[in-house]
Antibody, heavy 119, light 110 residues
């Protein structure tokens, strides 16, 4: 069974940092592109970042470029999101989501981890 | 900046048909954007319904279908059921590794 489990969320002050993790199981992690997607409380989904299977290509939404860093450790089946210089508007549930190999969509999602940026 | 627009809310009667749309701020949505659709209930992670415009994900009832109508991607629910009351999001691949979600449609079945 494919599983993605996020962790690392919490309360952080504006300007602070946080590192999210996503541990994958049930599939060959090192062959898939994985994404971070966030959802502001009560609002819609926003794609945040993407990293290809061997970390060869990395992409960011404009809203987080220069502040967030995505990375992965294929030996640990793990994805990370280092979030620096956090703002109130970064408050959201952060999901990791797997992109299919053969098509362009996200087929499996984790349950999310809540990040709250507040003083 | 690419903006993807969906109806904020929609209402359908049980057994009725509803068409939800996904539009681009500039230009037309085509299959080249690989439109996909996700259903999300409160407190739950999104669930994939449709991908590559019109392919149903495994286990999705056939009352859900997708297509391109005019310049928009659409999700059609034929014979809506009470359990279809959820939020629905479209996702477009806009190229160069970038993705954009629509703002979502909250569907009420009553």
């Amino acid at each position: 069974e494919v599983q993605l489990v996020e962790s690392g969320g919490g309360l952080v002050k504006p300007g602070g940092s946080l590192r999210l993790s996503c541990v994958a199981s049930g599939f060959t992690f090192n062959t898939y592109t994985i994404n971070w997607v966030r959802q502001t409380p009560g609002k819609g989904l926003e794609w945040v970042s993407s990293i290809t299977s061997s970390s060869g290509y990395i992409y960011y939404a404009d809203s987080v470029k220069g502040r967030f860093t995505i990375s992965r450790d294929n030996a640990k089946n793990s994805l990370y999101l280092q979030m620096d210089n956090l703002r109130a508007e970064d408050t959201a549930v952060y999901y990791c989501a797997r992109k299919t190999i053969s098509a362009r969509h996200f087929d499996y999602w984790g349950q999310g981890t809540l990040v709250t940026v507040s003083s | 900046q690419t903006v993807v627009t969906q109806e904020p809310s929609f209402s359908v009667s049980p057994g009725g048909t509803v068409t939800l749309t996904c539009a681009l701020s500039s230009g037309s949505v085509s299959s080249s954007y690989y439109p996909s659709w996700y259903q999300q209930s409160p407190g739950q992670a999104p669930r994939t319904l449709i991908y590559s415009t019109n392919t149903r994900s495994s286990g999705v009832p056939d009352r859900f279908s997708g297509s391109i109508l005019g310049d928009k991607a659409v999700l059609i629910i034929t014979g809506a059921q009470a359990e279809d009351e959820s939020s629905y999001y479209c996702l477009l691949y806009v190229g160069s590794g970038l993705w954009v979600f629509g703002g979502g449609t909250k569907l009420t079945v009553l």
